[in-house]
Structures are given as structure tokens and as C-alpha cells.
């Protein structure tokens, strides 16, 4: 386990490979695990750096919790490890980190990707909306294993392999706090960031599952609409989750991008 102590604790991240550097971001109530196959993929060409959220995984579980937040936690990383610029790729919230990162600091990104993330925050399901209340995410938090429960019932909606992304979501929701759950997601509903989008130079790529329920696959036509230079991926088979549902697919497309001169 890797960890930098920045201004507002730690963060932890896993590094995997040599080569050119390639940061992944996860999503919300998730952690560096998801990227496990990619990272393993990419490390014969890449150094591939996957950090977690203040809040999330095993990093600080002090913060605001918000999307400018994590871009300036994400920049401090880079700094640490001196890392002057490089591609960005985000899973869900991690991609919103990822686009606004590149629109705040576009001298560190030289390529963003998003995978199933909002540009703005009204492409949430309804579910996920309700969770950025304070009050039911205090609810759900006396209630925890009947929210386990709730989610088990729904992850065969979510996932192909809905038992192993079960088992990687009830860890990583045992490791956040009521307050990392509940102001992340609350941020990120009423984040929009198209006003700012026609900034974005840099190469864009976007991969949304047709079968998507937590955030609307619409969320592709928002992107691709907005920035000067987006390629959109949709993945028919996969629902929010297409590193896991089309694993290979997956790879030979985000291998694609980086490669794209």
C-alpha cells in the first residue's frame, strides 16, 4: 500500500507498470480495486497511478467532499510525484474529477477520458439523487445492512457479474464515512460543467453503457456536444460498469486513445 500526505491527509493510490504515466480516478463509494484489470493491461506500456478519494478507500476520511476538492487533491498528487502532465481517466464521479481537473489545470492533462460520468449532474439516476440528501444518507447509515441488502437486490441491474462487483462495493462502502457518502454525490448532482467545456482542448473520449441505470448514457451526446475534440464509445453489452462487463473491449479501446498521436 502507497500513500503522500497532502494538506488534508493522506491519500492513497497503487502503482502498476513502467513507461509514460496514466492517472485513474474512481467512482463514487468506490475505490483504486475497480481498476485492477486495466491497470494490469495498460502496466506493459504504462505506469499507471490509481489513487483514492479523500473519503474513500483507505485515504483521509477528512475533506468537503466536492468535486473542486478532489481536483485540487488529484493536482497536489501530481506534484508530490512529480508528475508534470499526463492523461487523466475517470469512472463515473471520477470522470467529472477528471474533465474539471483538465478545465482547471489544463497544463497537467494531455488527454481525459470518462467512463459513464456525468458533465452534468442532472444525468443521475433518481436513486442516486435522493442519496445526496442528508437526511436519507443518515438514514441509510442506521440502516446499513438493509441498504446492503437494497443494493444487492438491484447490483443484477448494475453489473453482468453483478456477485463480484457486489463483494468489491460492500468493501468499499464499509471503508466511507455518512459524510463522504452523502456530500460527494450531493456535489456532483448539482455539478455542470458546460458553461466551461469549449475550453477543453486536449483530446477527449467518452465510453457509456447502453444499459446504464446509474448515470443516463445521454451523458455521451452532452460530451461529445460540448468539447472541441470528443470520440464517444458506446458499449451495447455493459451497463454502468464496462471495464467489467466488456473487459476486452474496454481495454482496446482506452489502449487506442492513449496511443492516438
Known amino acids: 500500500m502507497s500513500s503522500i500526505v497532502t494538506d488534508q491527509g493522506i491519500v492513497h493510490y497503487e502503482t502498476f507498470g513502467r513507461g509514460k504515466p496514466v492517472i485513474l480516478l474512481h467512482c463514487w463509494l468506490g475505490s483504486w480495486s475497480y481498476w485492477f484489470s486495466t491497470m494490469e493491461f495498460l502496466g506493459k506500456r504504462y505506469k499507471t497511478y490509481a489513487l483514492d478519494f479523500w473519503g474513500f478507500g483507505e485515504s483521509a476520511k477528512q475533506g468537503s467532499f466536492t468535486i473542486p476538492e478532489y481536483v485540487n487533491m488529484v493536482e497536489q498528487f501530481m506534484d508530490r510525484m512529480g508528475l508534470q502532465r499526463a492523461p487523466i481517466m475517470g469512472h463515473s464521479m471520477g470522470g467529472s474529477v477528471s474533465l474539471s481537473l483538465a478545465l482547471t489545470y489544463p497544463q497537467r492533462v494531455s488527454k481525459v477520458a470518462v467512463v459513464g460520468s456525468p458533465t452534468v449532474g442532472s444525468g443521475l439516476s433518481f436513486l442516486l439523487k435522493l442519496a445526496g440528501n442528508q437526511h436519507i444518507a443518515q438514514l ?56 466551461d467545456m469549449h475550453k477543453l482542448r486536449i483530446p477527449a473520449m467518452g465510453i457509456f453503457g447502453r444499459k446504464d441505470n446509474i448515470v443516463s448514457p445521454k451523458q455521451a451526446e452532452v460530451l461529445r456536444n460540448s468539447a472541441a475534440d470528443a470520440t464517444i464509445h458506446y458499449f451495447e453489452n455493459s451497463g454502468h460498469f464496462p471495464m467489467l462487463d466488456e473487459t476486452e473491449r474496454f481495454h482496446k479501446v482506452v489502449e487506442e486513445f492513449l496511443e492516438r498521436e
Open 140 to 195: 441509510l447509515y442506521t440502516l446499513p445492512q438493509a441498504f446492503a441488502f437494497f443494493v444487492k437486490l438491484l447490483s443484477r441491474f448494475y453489473a453482468k457479474d453483478w456477485e463480484t462487483w457486489y463483494e468489491m462495493f460492500e468493501t468499499d462502502l464499509s471503508r466511507t464515512t455518512m459524510e463522504s457518502f452523502s456530500a460527494s454525490i450531493r456535489d456532483l448532482r448539482f455539478t455542470d460543467l458546460r458553461p
